[in-house]
């Protein structure tokens, strides 16, 4: 007896409809009304299509061979049937094999049903509709080629009757899809005959007409279906029988693998890898804080089409001694870590037109103070789950235009769920295995190949942005990196288990992926070696407040494990004018130096103080004052300060139009060394305040795969199973009702129609083109009513016209909550 899925949900119990929403969480949103609304939903094109999405091949296959035992009366198979045809070939999988895959298909009801009645649901032959890469089947194709298949050897015959060339063709079409596309002038006219009659033999291979596609569409061992464009004539089939046929050597599902193909590539060391990877996290926060530094002294103005110019990714790239490619990662992560934002531009539009600039937050203040290892930790955790393609920048759009730095064409929805896929490949793998980009690849295709399919690019740049980032050391994934994605993975669960956020407190401290990558980082040191040549060797990497000294008292001369600084009189000058005496200067370097201290040091130091303040600073538009009158007397009579149009008002004091600030400025690029000073005269010393873009937050807190739906905890699947259980029985309560109870209203449909019944109200509303109240489930969740005239109903929607507005609605099926004839 045939049985409906609505049918088969009904008998199951609690627990095992609750198992179906967990497996398939789309099915939950919104909540469905009742089982009937239920069965819909999971036989829906999108609802299949994604939990076929998430098969491995084998289990595809499975399900192909399932499709292919179908009778052609009832539609059911059987499981003995499917594995009959799964163990047909040279090397048959184990059977076992077979039905834990067919236990997984029934798991997510692609198969329901018991073991000797096994049926599909619906949208599954819409969605692919070769199965295991074979045609369809002759009859359904051509009456002619369906008699030649109907005479095995006959067909037999004039396949080996094919020349090479066709047979080559055959070959490649057998091996899946079997459509191909033929260009114009490969077909003729067909020959004329008999039903029986085949054309003319041309062992040539098409040589009288130059064409092997011809030849086989002559001999009915291709057919011609509709389709075609451009410079096609059309689209030929290969017909399932002679698909079936050249793959005898094979079987007829093609090589099956039960597991994914093994990796043989060597494997690395696992310290040696994590030894790699934690080197290449030094460089990528040092890269990023370098190229933040770099924004900070000269924000980078926005596009108006937005994102950053290409000459000033250019300019950050050469100042910070990178490439193009890798500091477009860099700037990309630290936008989504929330290190960088846009400011409005003060006063007129900047460059390009721009009215905004790029600059580090104040968040990157706060990033700057942490360990090697938790701002390493913020910046890939925030490449993990942003929804950016680094990969694009460089390349042109649709519209041919280049793709910049930050626009919005280098978004992509798809691009956490890319990087997931690619580091949970090398997650499986054994510690130090390191696969190159085309095993990868490979093992992509067996484990998810509707998803992987089609994405080869993104998924070669996911791998090239590991190993730029130090998650992956040597091509292996780090042990800190294994432990970066489970972390992200644990909190994407715990976020869907506590959408209210009230067990946030669980997930303050250091993550095992921080305390992992701490312990292969050299420790921080809070010393320096000072040379004679006034050169400053940091023996590893310095803590945050070493880290704060060295800017400010040194140059940079070279970075690395041991970075290394030079003092020189203009550094020291620096120092003066954020702050520093003489002698807070001489303690900085006596209490941090492990060397002594040499004495060309002490010299410049207290050579470059002796002069520092002799000049101040003041406003009036400003002032120059100094007890040294000679001194006066030189700035007065240098031509380089010739712009402030200094005069003087006495033996010890000049004064400018200007600001004090342009003074300043103006004073030391002479080579003067002045200070500000304020209305009582003292000195004004301060470090120059930056200037920093509103906080933002990091996309870290985002989920993984921004596409997928979160998945709930069983006890409350277990409650929206009780609330569907009491919508089928508020539905099945109306069936039985007076008709006089289940009327409509002026203002719609009554909520005691039932899914069924609505279906069967629709159905008889397009037969006999009526109007209808509908009701049904918008996209926020909220119920709403329209008054149509439905137009068809088929493939999991209803299409209908308002004739009030003269629109075309569609609706899905699953969201209809009712239906009522217009009266």
Same mark, same amino acid.
């Given at each position: 007896m045939s049985t409906s899925l609505a049918d088969h949900l009904r008998a199951l119990p609690d627990e095992s409809l609750a198992a179906l929403l967990q497996a398939r969480p789309d099915l939950v949103v919104p909540v469905p009304a009742d089982v009937a609304a239920l069965a819909i939903r999971a036989q829906s094109r999108v609802s299949v299509s994604r939990a076929l999405d998430a098969l491995d091949q084998f289990t595809l296959l499975i399900m192909d061979a399932a499709r292919l035992t179908r009778d052609p009366v009832d539609g059911t198979t059987s499981v003995d049937g499917v594995l009959t045809m799964a163990t047909t070939g040279p090397h048959p999988p184990a059977p076992a094999a077979v039905r834990a895959a067919v236990d997984r298909l029934r798991t997510?009801?692609?198969?329901?049903?018991?073991?000797?009645?096994?049926?599909?649901v619906g949208g599954v032959d819409e969605i692919s509709p070769y199965p295991a890469g074979l045609g369809r089947p002759a009859t359904e194709l051509d009456p002619r080629t369906a008699t030649l298949c109907a005479d095995p050897a006959k067909l037999r015959r004039t396949l080996l009757a094919a020349p090479p060339?066709?047979?080559?063709?055959? !070959?490649?079409?057998?091996?899946?899809?079997?459509?191909?596309?033929?260009p114009v002038g490969a077909l003729r006219a067909p020959a004329v005959g008999t039903d029986d009659d085949l054309p003319p033999d041309d062992t040539n291979g098409g040589a009288a007409t130059g064409s092997p596609v011809r030849w086989l569409?002559?001999?009915?061992?291709?057919?011609?279906?509709?389709?075609?464009?451009?410079? @096609?004539?059309?689209?030929?089939?290969?017909?399932?029988?002679?698909?079936?046929?050249?793959?005898?050597? =094979?079987?007829?599902?093609?090589?099956?693998? @039960?597991?994914?193909?093994?990796?043989?590539?060597?494997?690395? %060391?696992?310290?040696?890898?994590?030894?790699?990877?934690?080197?290449?996290?030094?460089?990528?926060?040092?890269?990023?804080?370098?190229?933040l530094e770099q924004l900070a002294a000269e924000p980078a103005p926005v596009l108006r089409s937005g994102g950053l110019g290409v000459r000033d990714l250019r300019r950050l790239a050469r100042t910070a001694g990178l490439d193009e490619p890798t500091a477009a990662l860099?700037?990309? +992560?630290?936008?989504?870590?929330?290190?960088?934002? %846009?400011?409005?531009?003060?006063?007129?539009?900047?460059?390009?037109?721009?009215?905004?600039?790029?600059?580090?937050?104040?968040g990157y203040e706060m990033w700057r103070a942490g360990s090697l290892a938790q701002r390493w930790e913020q910046v890939a955790r925030a490449w993990l789950t942003m929804t950016r393609q680094v990969g694009l920048v460089g390349q042109r759009d649709d519209r041919d235009r280049p793709i910049t730095v930050l626009s919005a064409e280098a978004e992509r929805a798809g691009a956490p769920a890319?990087?997931?896929?690619?580091?949970?490949?090398?997650?499986?793998? %054994?510690?130090?295995?390191?696969? @190159?980009? !085309?095993? +990868?690849? =490979?093992?992509?295709?067996?484990?998810?190949?509707?998803?992987?399919?089609?994405?080869?690019?993104?998924?070669? %740049?996911?791998?090239?942005?590991a190993a730029s980032l130090g998650v992956t050391g040597l091509g292996a994934l780090t042990s800190y990196g294994r432990l970066l994605l489970a972390e992200a993975t644990a909190s994407e669960d715990r976020d869907a288990d506590d959408p209210l956020g009230l067990r946030a407190d669980a997930d303050e401290g250091t993550g095992t992926a921080v305390r992992a990558l701490d312990a292969l980082l050299p420790a921080p040191v809070d010393h320096f070696?000072?040379?004679?040549?006034?050169?400053? +060797?940091?023996?590893?990497?310095?803590?945050?407040?070493?880290?704060?000294?060295?800017?400010?008292?040194?140059?940079p001369e070279s970075a690395g494990g041991a970075s290394v600084h030079r003092i020189t009189t203009a550094s020291v000058r620096r120092a003066l004018?954020?702050?520093?005496?003489?002698?807070?200067?001489?303690?900085?370097?006596?209490?941090?130096?492990?060397?002594?201290?040499?004495q060309g040091l002490t010299y410049l130091v207290d050579d470059v103080a002796r002069k520092h303040g002799g000049l101040r600073v003041g406003s009036a538009g400003a002032y120059l004052r100094s007890d040294d009158e000679a001194l006066l007397a030189e700035v007065l009579a240098d031509r380089r300060v010739e712009a402030l149009a200094l005069r003087r008002l006495a033996p010890t004091v000049l004064v400018t139009p200007y600001q004090a600030g342009r003074m300043l400025a103006v004073l030391r690029e002479a080579g003067f060394a002045p200070v500000a000073e304020d209305a009582t005269g003292s000195a004004v010393l301060s470090r120059p305040k930056a200037r920093r873009a509103p906080a933002r937050v990091s996309v870290a807190t985002r989920a993984l795969d921004p596409l997928a739906t979160p998945r709930l905890p069983l006890p409350r699947l277990l409650g929206v199973v009780e609330q569907i259980r009491r919508g089928d029985a508020a539905a099945r309560a109306a069936r039985r009702a007076p008709a006089a109870v289940r009327g409509g209203t002026p203002d719609g449909p009554t909520p005691a129609t039932g899914h069924s019944e609505a279906l069967a109200v629709l159905q008889q509303a397009v037969r006999d083109k009526a109007l209808v109240w509908v009701g049904y489930v918008d996209a926020h969740g909220a119920t709403a009513s329209r008054l149509v005239r439905p137009v068809s109903l088929g493939a999991g929607y209803l299409r209908a016209e308002d004739e009030r507005t003269e629109m075309l609605h569609t609706f899905a099926l699953h969201r209809i909550t009712a239906a009522v004839l217009e009266r």
């Amino acid at each position: 007896m045939s049985t409906s899925l609505a049918d088969h949900l009904r008998a199951l119990p609690d627990e095992s409809l609750a198992a179906l929403l967990q497996a398939r969480p789309d099915l939950v949103v919104p909540v469905p009304a009742d089982v009937a609304a239920l069965a819909i939903r999971a036989q829906s094109r999108v609802s299949v299509s994604r939990a076929l999405d998430a098969l491995d091949q084998f289990t595809l296959l499975i399900m192909d061979a399932a499709r292919l035992t179908r009778d052609p009366v009832d539609g059911t198979t059987s499981v003995d049937g499917v594995l009959t045809m799964a163990t047909t070939g040279p090397h048959p999988p184990a059977p076992a094999a077979v039905r834990a895959a067919v236990d997984r298909l029934r798991t997510l009801f692609l198969l329901y049903g018991p073991d000797h009645e096994l049926r599909l649901v619906g949208g599954v032959d819409e969605i692919s509709p070769y199965p295991a890469g074979l045609g369809r089947p002759a009859t359904e194709l051509d009456p002619r080629t369906a008699t030649l298949c109907a005479d095995p050897a006959k067909l037999r015959r004039t396949l080996l009757a094919a020349p090479p060339s066709a047979r080559a063709i055959l !070959d490649r079409l057998a091996a899946g899809p079997p459509v191909g596309s033929v260009p114009v002038g490969a077909l003729r006219a067909p020959a004329v005959g008999t039903d029986d009659d085949l054309p003319p033999d041309d062992t040539n291979g098409g040589a009288a007409t130059g064409s092997p596609v011809r030849w086989l569409v002559d001999h009915r061992l291709l057919v011609r279906v509709a389709g075609g464009k451009g410079g @096609t004539a059309g689209m030929v089939e290969l017909p399932r029988e002679v698909g079936l046929l050249l793959r005898r050597d =094979t079987g007829p599902l093609g090589p099956l693998r @039960t597991s994914p193909p093994a990796v043989a590539s060597t494997p690395r %060391e696992p310290k040696a890898a994590d030894s790699a990877g934690a080197g290449q996290t030094m460089e990528v926060v040092r890269h990023t804080e370098a190229l933040l530094e770099q924004l900070a002294a000269e924000p980078a103005p926005v596009l108006r089409s937005g994102g950053l110019g290409v000459r000033d990714l250019r300019r950050l790239a050469r100042t910070a001694g990178l490439d193009e490619p890798t500091a477009a990662l860099l700037l990309e +992560v630290a936008y989504a870590a929330g290190l960088t934002g %846009e400011v409005e531009l003060p006063g007129a539009a900047g460059r390009y037109g721009a009215d905004q600039q790029v600059m580090p937050t104040a968040g990157y203040e706060m990033w700057r103070a942490g360990s090697l290892a938790q701002r390493w930790e913020q910046v890939a955790r925030a490449w993990l789950t942003m929804t950016r393609q680094v990969g694009l920048v460089g390349q042109r759009d649709d519209r041919d235009r280049p793709i910049t730095v930050l626009s919005a064409e280098a978004e992509r929805a798809g691009a956490p769920a890319a990087r997931r896929a690619v580091l949970g490949v090398l997650a499986d793998l %054994e510690p130090g295995s390191a696969p @190159t980009a !085309d095993e +990868v690849l =490979t093992l992509l295709d067996w484990r998810a190949p509707r998803r992987s399919r089609g994405r080869e690019a993104a998924h070669r %740049e996911v791998l090239t942005e590991a190993a730029s980032l130090g998650v992956t050391g040597l091509g292996a994934l780090t042990s800190y990196g294994r432990l970066l994605l489970a972390e992200a993975t644990a909190s994407e669960d715990r976020d869907a288990d506590d959408p209210l956020g009230l067990r946030a407190d669980a997930d303050e401290g250091t993550g095992t992926a921080v305390r992992a990558l701490d312990a292969l980082l050299p420790a921080p040191v809070d010393h320096f070696l000072v040379q004679a040549d006034l050169t400053v +060797v940091v023996p590893g990497p310095p803590e945050p407040a070493l880290a704060a000294e060295l800017e400010v008292v040194a140059e940079p001369e070279s970075a690395g494990g041991a970075s290394v600084h030079r003092i020189t009189t203009a550094s020291v000058r620096r120092a003066l004018d954020a702050g520093y005496s003489a002698d807070d200067l001489h303690d900085l370097f006596r209490r941090r130096s492990r060397t002594p201290v040499p004495q060309g040091l002490t010299y410049l130091v207290d050579d470059v103080a002796r002069k520092h303040g002799g000049l101040r600073v003041g406003s009036a538009g400003a002032y120059l004052r100094s007890d040294d009158e000679a001194l006066l007397a030189e700035v007065l009579a240098d031509r380089r300060v010739e712009a402030l149009a200094l005069r003087r008002l006495a033996p010890t004091v000049l004064v400018t139009p200007y600001q004090a600030g342009r003074m300043l400025a103006v004073l030391r690029e002479a080579g003067f060394a002045p200070v500000a000073e304020d209305a009582t005269g003292s000195a004004v010393l301060s470090r120059p305040k930056a200037r920093r873009a509103p906080a933002r937050v990091s996309v870290a807190t985002r989920a993984l795969d921004p596409l997928a739906t979160p998945r709930l905890p069983l006890p409350r699947l277990l409650g929206v199973v009780e609330q569907i259980r009491r919508g089928d029985a508020a539905a099945r309560a109306a069936r039985r009702a007076p008709a006089a109870v289940r009327g409509g209203t002026p203002d719609g449909p009554t909520p005691a129609t039932g899914h069924s019944e609505a279906l069967a109200v629709l159905q008889q509303a397009v037969r006999d083109k009526a109007l209808v109240w509908v009701g049904y489930v918008d996209a926020h969740g909220a119920t709403a009513s329209r008054l149509v005239r439905p137009v068809s109903l088929g493939a999991g929607y209803l299409r209908a016209e308002d004739e009030r507005t003269e629109m075309l609605h569609t609706f899905a099926l699953h969201r209809i909550t009712a239906a009522v004839l217009e009266r």
